[in-house]
């Protein structure tokens, strides 16, 4: 705690050069004004933490890319705020939530950082969300897949800013269901954001008339993916479902491929895929891949110049976390600008009121459970002919409404939601 001793006015000049003593309302006044600029100025500047996996398996689609693109949105909104200096640090995860946890308590206590942003890990997210809401600050998920930080453990200070697993697996198996490829199998990475994309998943494909017939759960960070697709081989199911991210993604894929998966006449679909994950794989093991996603570089002209300056500084096309990064930082500079202070509760009432419309997320808005309702796509990995270069990867096949993509407020199950 600092105590700042401050002089307070002892009178008030009158007419004529003489003095009267001041009166309790100035007092009140003078003391009012003293703790509003401290509320805007308690440790003299504005400090934002990204914390994500840095070096592991989700480094790709977050890692250093986010922090690149939490300073550029700094930088656009000129670096500073409410006077005061915009500070970016970033810490790793390592996708463990007690050291998730311990880092953020330690920015919040310690070193006075007003936001969180990205966390790109389910597990992690649930438990800085938790001490957001004890310390009073706003943490701000990107790619975060469980539908329970916005459900039912959301907080008054927390928001989602790019998918979650409801609205990822629903589209997705909505769409391919409709297409005639209604029997499944699901090779699952096991924690909380696989379990959530496998359960979403399973309610979207029984609801069209689909059925699941079988599946496997794997380790996160899994590098032999032969016994799970030996097994989804046998199935005999008309589409294969990768219910994991990142590297563990990338491997299956690739496996898969080797595997012939395609040529025997199974489909193979994703719930989560990154660019970085295309460039990776390459096109020749990628394509054909179907999944929805938030962000596509290429989408429209304000995307593509946007992601050019970040490409300058990466020296790769962004993913939609990097985007999601940017987007949420800039409107929550926006908000303390809009609020006059950095105080949580103010701010998150300017970032639900003020829309968001960017190159992100056009048209967005931000709801009383956090959840930021933005058009999601459907998309496919082109093929290696269809490429005119390095990172034309993606085609978009449909767009899908974020009223449609995302559960309803109602459904949702937030607390906040019922007051």
Not at 183 to 191: L, P, S
Not at 233 to 255: F, P, Y
Not at 332 to 355: F, I, N, Q, S, W
Not at 372 to 390: F, I, M, N, R
């Amino acid at each position: 705690m600092r105590i700042v001793l401050v002089k307070l006015p002892a009178c008030q000049h009158a007419q004529g050069g003489n003095t009267i003593p001041a009166t309790r309302r100035d007092l009140l006044l003078a003391l009012a004004a003293l703790l509003a600029g401290a509320a805007r100025a308690a440790d003299g500047v504005i400090k934002i933490g990204v914390l994500n996996d840095q070096t592991g398996i989700y480094a790709g689609f977050g890692g250093a890319g986010s922090v690149v693109a939490a300073r550029m949105a700094v930088e656009d909104m000129g670096g500073t705020a409410l006077g005061k200096p915009i500070d970016v640090v970033f810490g790793d995860h390592q996708n463990k939530a007690d050291i998730g946890g311990a880092i953020v308590r330690r920015w919040f206590d310690v070193d006075h950082v007003d936001m969180i942003v990205d966390l790109s890990n389910s597990a992690v997210a649930l438990a800085v969300e938790a001490v957001a809401k004890e310390r009073k600050r706003i943490a701000i998920a990107g790619a975060v897949g469980t539908p329970d930080f916005t459900g039912k453990d959301c907080t008054p200070t927390e928001a989602s800013w790019l998918h979650d697993s409801y609205a990822l697996s629903t589209s997705l198996a909505r769409a391919e269901v409709a297409k005639g490829l209604d029997t499944w199998f699901f090779i699952t990475v096991d924690y909380s954001f696989g379990h959530s994309l496998e359960a979403d998943a399973r309610r979207a494909i029984e609801a069209a008339g689909g059925k699941v017939v079988g599946g496997v759960r794997h380790p996160l960070s899994t590098a032999d993916f032969s016994s799970y697709l030996v097994q989804a081989r046998a199935s005999g199911a008309k589409v294969v479902a990768l219910a994991n991210a990142g590297g563990d993604m990338t491997t299956a894929t690739k496996q898969a491929s080797e595997f012939g998966l395609a040529a025997g006449g199974q489909t193979l679909v994703s719930f989560l895929v990154f660019i970085t994950d295309l460039h990776s794989l390459g096109l020749q093991a990628a394509q054909g891949l179907t999944f929805v996603t938030g962000f596509d570089w290429n989408r429209d002209e304000a995307s593509r110049q946007w992601s050019k300056r970040f490409f300058a500084r990466h020296t790769t096309m962004p993913t939609a976390n990097h985007a999601a990064v940017y987007s949420a930082t800039r409107h929550y500079l926006r908000a303390v600008a809009a609020a006059g202070t950095d105080a949580a509760p103010a701010v998150m009432e300017k970032m639900r009121e003020l829309p968001v419309d960017d190159f992100f997320a056009p048209g967005a808005r931000l709801r009383i459970d956090g959840r930021l309702v933005h058009d999601l796509y459907l998309a496919q990995a082109k093929k290696p002919e269809e490429s005119t270069g390095p990172w034309d990867y993606v085609k978009i096949i449909g767009t899908i409404p974020g009223d449609l993509a995302f559960r309803s407020l109602a459904d949702g199950g937030c607390p906040l939601a019922q007051k």
